[in-house]
């Protein structure tokens, strides 16, 4: 003798299986277009960290930063060496000046 248990187990049995089939498959598209779009992302990221890489320091900005520091260390030492020479010329008058009084 068949059930009414046993007529819904076989009812609901293939919709049941039918229906976590069509979730998965809309999850697994779901799933694809992510990881599509993350490595269509990756891919860009990875091509911007290779263009900074390539400009960093061979690029005629960082070229021409470069010599404008070292013109700048350069004028440095002079302004120091042109301190110390007048700072020594003031001390120099101020002994003259101290000696005439």
């Not at 187990?9 to 069509?22: A, F």
């Not at 990756?42 to 091509?47: A, F, H, N, T, V």
């Not at 404008?68 to 101020?94: F, G, P, T």
């Amino acid at each position: 003798m068949v059930h009414e248990v046993d007529i819904k187990r076989v009812v609901r049995g293939p919709n049941d299986l039918e229906e976590r089939i069509e979730q998965l498959e809309k999850q697994k598209e779901i799933l694809q277009s992510a990881c599509k779009r993350a490595g269509a992302r990756i891919r860009d990221l990875e091509g911007e960290i290779s263009i900074v890489k390539g400009i960093g320091m061979s690029s005629p900005e960082m070229k021409k930063a470069e010599a404008r520091i070292k013109e700048l260390e350069a004028d440095n030492k002079i302004l120091v060496k042109e301190v110390d020479r007048l700072s020594e010329y003031n001390n120099n008058l101020e002994t003259i000046l101290k000696g005439k009084k």
